[in-house]
């Protein structure tokens, strides 16, 4: 039986509770502000060895501390332990028996009904809920488009910090490339620049060099997107990671997206002309398959990043 989320027991406010009695005052920060910072990670089920195998735990903790920190989440930042993070995380897994692929969304929010927008010295609460993967971006490739809307920049909101309230900028991106008959878009920093898309990371190949932007437009530092750099070593795949131009987008061999939830996603035209062939390219391909085996721990050489449940 597949799993169904209004079914599910959920992480809220330091305990396990129906996910029916989840909820949040409609005049809190996070409903009002989007105070809210977050990660997703993946958990695979593996039938032959019947356990799941959660994919850098460790790391997405990491990513909520950073944020945390960025955001002045000075409560969560200075108290909640990785140990802490990993039981909690541990026990709602098994409490919802998944033998599935699923995700795991896991967020902290300033949990106090104040007057206006203020985050220092509030106290701090953590949510986590799981929810089957679903198809956020076509796995057989997508048309995208570069986006009229541009990236927003890190002084304005921080892109290294995953906060909900920043992805009404994404919203927009999305929204107008869905109503142009697109899948996606891609985003521009405010330098003309390519940063990412709507909610992967971007990478592209040139003459067998696998080339991502930089950290330096404005891009979420994906969790995905470092791994992706690190198979491509061991591979043996030159790699950079630098300014990429829109019209560099248009020559490129390959290019795909990639994220906790999107996976690897082959692009195959960007504001319609195609990319390569049109079709899925071998770079692609080869670390879209390594990465898969790496998450159903098939591959030995990355275990280091695999928790096994």
Sequence with gaps: MSFKLENSTVYFNEEFVPFNDANLSIASSPVLYGLTIYTVFS???????????????KDHYKRLINSARIMDFHDFAESYSY???????????????????VLVR?????????????????????????????QILNPGGINVCVSSWVRTQDNAQPSRAKINGSYINASLMKNEALLNGYDDAIALDHNGHVSEGTVANLFLVRDG????????TDL???ITR??????????????????VDRSEL????????????????????????????????????????IYDDIQSGSNDKFT?????I
Aim: glycine share 6%; hydrophobic share 40%; net charge positive.
């Design 43 to 57: 958990i695979k089920w593996d039938d032959n060895q019947k356990k799941l195998n959660a994919f850098r735990l």
């Design 209 to 216: 060099v696998l080339i991502t932007p930089d950290n330096s």
């Design 304 to 308: 280091h990043w695999i928790k096994s």
């Design 226 to 243: 470092s791994s992706i750099m690190d198979i491509a070593k061991d591979q043996g795949i030159p790699t950079e990671s630098r300014a």
């Design 220 to 222: 979420l530092e994906g």
């Design 250 to 289: 248009y020559i490129a061999d390959e290019v795909f997206m990639c994220g906790s939830s999107a996976r690897i996603v082959p692009v195959l035209s960007i504001d319609k002309r195609p990319i390569g062939n049109g079709k899925s390219g071998e770079i692609t391909q080869k670390l879209s398959k």
């Design 106 to 134: 896991v967020a902290v929010y300033i949990d106090e009904i104040v007057a206006g927008t203020k985050i220092h010295g509030l106290k701090n609460s953590v949510s986590a809920y799981i929810y089957p993967f679903g």
């Design 83 to 101: 140990n802490e993070f990993e039981r909690n995380m541990i026990k709602l897994i098994k409490l919802n028996a998944i033998k599935e692929d």
